[in-house]
C-alpha cells in the first residue's frame, strides 16, 4: 500500500512536471522593500538575467542609495507603499517609462511582541506594510498587465502565515492575509491570459527581521533549518522564475502542516512553540 502510495505520488509529480511547468520570461520586476537584505539579494539575482530591468522600491532613501551602489544597474524608487496616493503616482510615473511584468510584494516589519505589548500603532503599521500594501500594489498594477497579457505577482509571505506562534501575533495575522489574498487572487486571475500568482512561504532565515531567531534545537535543526540569505534568496529566486504556485521552505514544514491535524492541539502549540525562538 505504502508503496503504492509513492508511485502515485511520483508519477503525479512527474506529470505535473513534463506537462504543466510554467514559464514566464521576466523582463521588467518591481520589487518592495527593495533596501532590505533579501530585496537587494533578488535584485542582484535577477539583475544577472540579460536584458532584465530591476526597480528596489524602498521608504529608505539612504539603503536605497547603498542598494544602488551595489547594484548600480537597478532602478531605485523611494515610496511610503502604505500610502496609497503616493503609491499610486510612483507607479504610475514608473508605467510610463518600464513595461513592469512582475511584481515580487516582498517589503515586511515585525514587531517581536506580545499581543498585550502591541500598541494600536504597532498592530496597524504591520497589516499596512504586510497585508494592505501588497493589495495597492497588485491594484495599481493589473490593469496594466491584462492590458499588456503578461503578469506574474509574488506575494513574500512567512511559515508564520500558515501557523500561528508566540510574539507574533500581528505579523502572523498579517502574513495570514496575505496567504488569503494570494489564494484569492489565483482564482480572479484564472479569468486573464498570460497573468500567474506565486506565493512564498519560509521560515525564518538570516534577515533583518530575524536575525538573531535561534530555531528549533538540535537535532530538529538539521531537517528544520534557519537559512542563510544567500540560500534564501536562491531558492525564492528559483522557484518565481519557474512560476511556481506556493512554496514552503524547508520543505518539511510542508508535510508537517499538511498532516498537523492529526495531533491534539497541545502537541502542536508546543512543537510550534519549540521552533519560534524570536527574542
Not at 527593495?34 to 535584485?43: I, S
Not at 515610496?79 to 515580487?104: F, G, H, M, P, W
Not at 496597524?124 to 493589473?142: D, G, Q
Not at 500558515?162 to 494570494?182: E, M, P, R, W
Request: charged fraction near 20%; include cysteine.
Amino acid at each position: 500500500m505504502i508503496r503504492l502510495l509513492f508511485f502515485i505520488f511520483f508519477f503525479y509529480k512527474l506529470l505535473k512536471y513534463v506537462f504543466f511547468r510554467k514559464t514566464f520570461n521576466h523582463k521588467c520586476i518591481l520589487i518592495t522593500g527593495g533596501a532590505g537584505a533579501l530585496g537587494v539579494e533578488l535584485g542582484r539575482l535577477f539583475s544577472n538575467i540579460p536584458g532584465t530591468k530591476v526597480i528596489l522600491m524602498d521608504i529608505n532613501k539612504p539603503r536605497l542609495e547603498k542598494a544602488r551602489e551595489v547594484l548600480p544597474n537597478v532602478i531605485t524608487v523611494c515610496c511610503d507603499i502604505t500610502n496609497y496616493k503616493e503609491t499610486q503616482k510612483a507607479i504610475l510615473s514608473l508605467l510610463e517609462l518600464y513595461d513592469i511584468d512582475t511584481l515580487v510584494n516582498n517589503a515586511g516589519i515585525v514587531s517581536k511582541k506580545s499581543l498585550l505589548q502591541l500598541t494600536e500603532k504597532d498592530i496597524s503599521l504591520t497589516f499596512a506594510v504586510n497585508s494592505i500594501a501588497p493589495m495597492y500594489l497588485t491594484k495599481l498594477l493589473l490593469p496594466h498587465m491584462i492590458k499588456k497579457k503578461k503578469g506574474h505577482i509574488v506575494n513574500i509571505s512567512s511559515v508564520a502565515g500558515i501557523v500561528g506562534t508566540n510574539k507574533l501575533t500581528d505579523y502572523c495575522a498579517s502574513k495570514f492575509a496575505l496567504v488569503g489574498f494570494h489564494d484569492a487572487l489565483r482564482v480572479e486571475l484564472k479569468n486573464f491570459e498570460g497573468l500567474h500568482s506565486t506565493c512564498i512561504c519560509p521560515y525564518f532565515f538570516r534577515s533583518d527581521l530575524f536575525k538573531d531567531s535561534k530555531g528549533y534545537p538540535w537535532p530538529l535543526n538539521y531537517i528544520m533549518y534557519i537559512y542563510s540569505l544567500k540560500e534564501i534568496a536562491n531558492l525564492i529566486f528559483r522557484d518565481i522564475v519557474s512560476v511556481k504556485e506556493k512554496t514552503i521552505y524547508p520543505k518539511i514544514f510542508g508535510w508537517l502542516i499538511r498532516i498537523k491535524y492529526i495531533f491534539p492541539k497541545y502537541v502542536q502549540d508546543n512543537f510550534i512553540s519549540l521552533g519560534s525562538n524570536v527574542d
